[in-house]
């Protein structure tokens, strides 16, 4: 989602989501953490090479599975999954491009059930890594994730996710990308209030309630620029340098978040 400060700071249009909501919601979550399990797995095994063939193993998966591809068609996107390599930051449209030793490549993908959504994203090396720092950026990313997860209180501002996601990528000394970043799920719309910096300060944003449905979105770059641009086909961004994206849906409960898009519980 692009940044944006007006629903960093207002509460006006975030939904508080019920019961029935979240029941809908984690089973579209283990859809989608199966979904990415699976596009690893094809990875790590060197089993599929095209993007787009990559795409339909997942489309086909999530449809199996009682699901619906979230993004296909949404705003007139056409795939089932973001697929971005190497440069690519997010929104990548899956194509006929073969994977060589050493890409990375970032899955984000969501999938609905009766309006609930999950939406998720891991980022992949295929084959052996063309350098340690590239292993390192790609674990650093979703080390970030794990840490701005682990900030979220009822009660604390939404920055806290943010300064934690930034504070990561500056101990490794890798860039941060601010101008996307996570944001709020609402019935049928996978980017809906508020937006979630993954650059702030601890006392900036909205005060996190219960019932809150957030996905938490780091994204890294290799160098020190964090410039982005949408490429010609209206959708692709892409940086200066290597980057990596990990995605987690979230739930916010009174006394506990849960991780609706958790591979680990599989």
């Known amino acids: 989602m692009r940044a944006s400060s007006a629903v960093f700071n207002s509460n006006e249009l975030i939904k508080i989501k ?3 909501w979240l029941n809908r919601q984690r089973i579209a979550g283990k859809i989608a953490a199966l979904t990415l399990t699976l596009l690893e797995k094809q990875v790590r095994e060197k ?16 449809h199996a599975a009682g699901g619906i591809p ?5 705003r007139g996107f056409p795939a089932g999954c973001c697929i971005s ?3 690519q930051l997010v929104h990548g449209i899956p194509t ?3 994977l060589f030793d050493g890409d990375l490549i970032s899955f984000d993908l969501g999938v609905t059930i009766d309006g609930a959504i999950a939406d998720t994203a891991i980022t992949c090396i295929y084959g052996d890594p063309k350098s340690p720092q590239h292993l390192k950026l790609v ?18 501002r939404l ?3 943010g300064n934690a996601i930034s504070r990561c990528a500056k101990g490794y000394g ?22 979630v910096s993954n650059k702030a300060n601890p006392d900036e944003g909205v005060r996190i309630r219960a019932g809150m449905t957030l996905a938490i979105e780091p994204l890294f770059v290799l160098g020190p620029s964090n410039r982005t641009r949408v490429m010609d086909d209206g959708w692709t961004v892409v940086c200066d340098d290597l980057c990596s994206h990990f995605e987690h849906t979230v739930f916010v409960h009174e006394d506990r978040i849960e991780v609706i898009t958790d591979r680990s519980v599989l």
């Open 70 to 74: 979230t993004f296909k068609g949404y």
């Open 174 to 195: 890798f860039s941060v990308v601010s101008s996307y970043g996570g944001h709020g799920l609402d019935y049928d719309t996978p980017h809906a209030s508020p937006f």
């Open 96 to 98: 006929d491009y073969k």
């Open 85 to 87: 390599v190497n440069r």
């Open 159 to 161: 920055g806290v996710i």
């Open 139 to 156: 674990r650093a990313t979703e080390e970030s994730l794990m840490k701005g997860i682990a900030t979220i209180k009822v009660g604390e």
């Open 47 to 62: 089993t599929t090479h095209s993007l787009i063939e990559l795409n339909k193993i997942a489309e086909d998966f999530i």
């Open 18 to 20: 019920d019961q029935e």
